[in-house]
């Protein structure tokens, strides 16, 4: 299977911080990619697909970059509605798998 | 608007089976896979299989094989996983999922629209 590592796995930052969060696997995805945000008691939330493709009605402060091995989502300018978790998932090769998941809250 | 219901949370005992229903509304039933993701207490997801809702044919995780039925019924636009055998370790969230991708083509194996998540608890 393969793994998905996230960093980090937990942060606190303030309203219009630019967040990064990393997630890196343990073999060649391509981009098939995706990072969804969770909020307690909720399921999760589509964000990005294909490494870095917005889903609709996503706002544009989201964004997500990298391929292979490597990729990165971050949040330009935090909102207070951004609190959550976040996690990326590879469907390259199944099963599918996730991160563990980033802990967004505020300082 | 495309909704994923799902049934109430259970509470099993250790070695006995589960069973949660998932019914869809909003878009044609039929047209677009479905999955289901479980979410252990304050743990990460993880991917149980695909059921395609037109055929019913399935594709399981090769962890749960053997242990998982993914099923539907056409005529109330439900999905159904039955998971045996179960443990404490079965404890979870359990999600459905629609895949991004019409069953006209190959699944795209992310989600779109999500369940409200059923809790199922194992405990003697």
């Known amino acids: 299977d393969i793994q998905m590592t996230q960093s980090p796995s937990s942060l606190s930052a303030s309203v219009g911080d630019k967040v990064t969060i990393t997630c890196q696997a343990s073999?060649?995805?391509?981009?098939?990619l995706t990072w969804y945000q969770q909020k307690p008691g909720k399921a999760p939330k589509l964000l990005i697909y294909?490494?870095?493709n917005l889903e609709t009605g996503v706002p544009f402060r989201f964004s997500g970059s990298g391929s292979g091995t490597a990729f990165t989502f971050t949040i330009s300018s935090l909102q207070p509605e951004d609190v959550g978790t976040f996690f990326c998932q590879q469907y390259d090769h199944l099963p599918l798998t996730f991160g563990g998941g980033t802990r967004v809250d505020f300082k | 608007q495309v909704q994923l219901v799902q049934s109430g949370a259970e509470v099993k005992k250790p070695g006995t089976s589960m069973n949660v229903s998932c019914k869809a509304s909003g878009y044609s039933f039929t047209r677009y896979y479905l999955h289901w993701v479980r979410q252990a207490p304050g743990q990460g997801l993880e991917w149980l299989g695909i059921?395609?809702?037109?055929?019913?044919?399935?594709t399981y995780s090769q962890k749960f094989q053997g242990r998982v039925t993914m099923t539907k019924d056409t005529s109330t636009s439900t999905i159904f996983i039955q998971l045996s055998s179960l443990t404490s370790e079965d404890t979870a969230v359990y999600f459905c999922?629609?895949?991004?991708?019409?069953?006209?083509?190959?699944?795209?194996?992310?989600?779109?629209?999500w369940g409200q998540g059923t809790l199922v608890t194992v405990s003697s």
């Open positions: 999922a629609r895949d991004r991708a019409g069953i006209d083509a190959w699944p795209k194996y992310f989600f779109d629209y």
């Open positions: 059921i395609n809702p037109f055929s019913g044919g399935t």
């Open positions: 294909d490494a870095s």
């Open positions: 073999q060649d995805v391509s981009n098939h």
